[in-house]
């Protein structure tokens, strides 16, 4: 049997560094068609990103979190729309892993598969012979228009009430409605998802409670890699917390792409690089930045060495990766939000990528899992010694 080396972390960032182009090329067209271009989805399909969270005997590479949230960040420095996508994907892959091994060998059947998810559980799944009925409508449902299957947050109904839990259900049993009309991460297909009595069988059915308080799942061949043994919030939200830092970095890469001959209206400066205001600004956006990226980092480290570990995790310390996730999502938006202040006028304009950027991560930041306000709430509860008001820990 031959045994194909993982790629390096150097390896798959460069991979996600060398589709920046492409991804830039086709951004436009994303945002007006609303989902991800075939070159696009082709290209990540071809450099194995969208395989980082897929276990390696279905030809998955696992590497390590930080690698993840590098590569995801990166492709969002392409363009926001596709790293959120990659990172929906990314988390919809991990969850699938956590399913009895007969569920995971159909879905992973397909090499090039693309799982999506949804974690609001806003299904009902009633208990029938052999599995459960679904019904319920998911929104935000992201990449659900260029996907084969969905990792749907719901609640199972039990003897003891309802409870949360995960259905995997294929697309084609569900209902895409075409109602992702936004102001911004347009090009990520967030639709919404219905599913009208979908039978699915009890392999694809999964009690998310064990998962998200002690780490257990249904997998007995991914029960001992460290990549499934951390808890689903703070995974989910460090992955997805990475587009957020490569907005940032685009953001700082249109600026200064602008800068040179450009000048400050109405005053003197010829030159906007040789204006103090200038200087100060371009500081404040580069501290801010290296301020995201220390965050997301953290959590990705944290959960790599709990992972390997074995580690509990407590509840400050699950708070605190939410709160890492805030401090990204936040720190990126304020210096998004310096730079486009800077930018000038002419920014508005809709060929200007900045516009774009500045509608993409204020989207982002008001996403209810990443929310800046609320995560600090939930932390700030924490530290004084209350529980935490919710279960998304």
């Known amino acids: 049997m031959t045994i194909v080396e993982a790629p390096s972390r150097a390896d798959l960032v460069s991979r996600a560094t060398d589709l920046i182009p492409l ?4 951004a436009a067209w994303q945002e007006e068609n609303r989902v991800l271009h075939e ?40 363009d926001g729309s596709t790293g959120w996508t990659v990172s929906t994907w990314t988390i919809g892959a991990w969850l699938a892993g956590l399913l009895p091994d007969e569920a995971q060998d159909e879905i992973f059947a397909d090499p090039d598969v693309r799982v999506c998810g949804s974690v609001g559980p806003n299904g009902i799944a009633v208990p029938t012979d052999g599995g459960v009925i679904l019904n319920g409508r998911w929104h935000f449902n992201t990449g659900s228009p ?5 990792t749907h947050a719901v609640m199972l109904q039990t003897d003891e009430g309802l409870v949360p839990g995960m259905c995997a259900v294929p697309l084609s049993d569900l209902t895409i409605v075409d109602d992702w009309h936004t102001s911004g991460l347009r090009g990520t297909g967030s639709a919404t998802t219905v599913a009208e009595n979908v039978f699915v069988p009890q392999a694809r059915v999964l009690p998310m409670l064990p998962v998200i308080m002690h780490s257990r799942h249904l997998s007995k061949q991914n029960a001992d890699q460290p990549a499934w043994k951390v808890p689903f919030m703070p995974l ?8 957020a830092l490569g907005m940032a970095q685009a953001a700082r890469d249109v600026f200064f792409e602008r800068l040179p001959g450009r ?25 801010k930045i290296d301020e995201a990226e220390f965050h997301l980092l953290r959590e990705a480290d944290r959960l790599d060495a709990k992972g390997r570990a074995g580690e509990p995790w407590s509840m400050q310390d699950r708070a605190l990766g939410r709160m890492d996730a805030a401090a990204v999502c936040q720190r990126a938006k304020e210096a998004v939000d310096v730079l486009n202040n800077a930018s000038g006028g002419s920014s508005i304009y809709s060929h200007n990528v900045m516009q774009r950027i500045e509608r993409d991560i204020r989207a982002l930041n008001l996403h209810g899992i990443m929310h800046p306000e609320t995560n600090a709430e939930t932390y700030g509860r924490i530290l004084c010694g209350l529980e935490p008001n919710t279960l998304f820990l």
């Open 263 to 287: 000048k400050i209206t109405y005053t003197d400066y010829e030159n906007q690089s040789e204006a103090p205001l200038t200087h100060l600004q371009v500081a404040e956006a580069a501290v």
């Open 236 to 243: 989910a939200v460090a992955v997805a917390g990475a587009p």
């Open 39 to 78: 070159d696009v989805l082709q290209a990540l399909t071809d450099a194995g990103l969208l395989k980082m969270r897929i276990a390696t005997r279905y030809g998955g590479t696992v590497p390590d979190l930080r690698t993840v949230v590098a590569v995801i960040s990166e492709l969002a420095r392409g």
């Open 146 to 150: 260029q996907s084969q299957w969905d």
């Open 23 to 26: 991804i830039r090329q086709h």
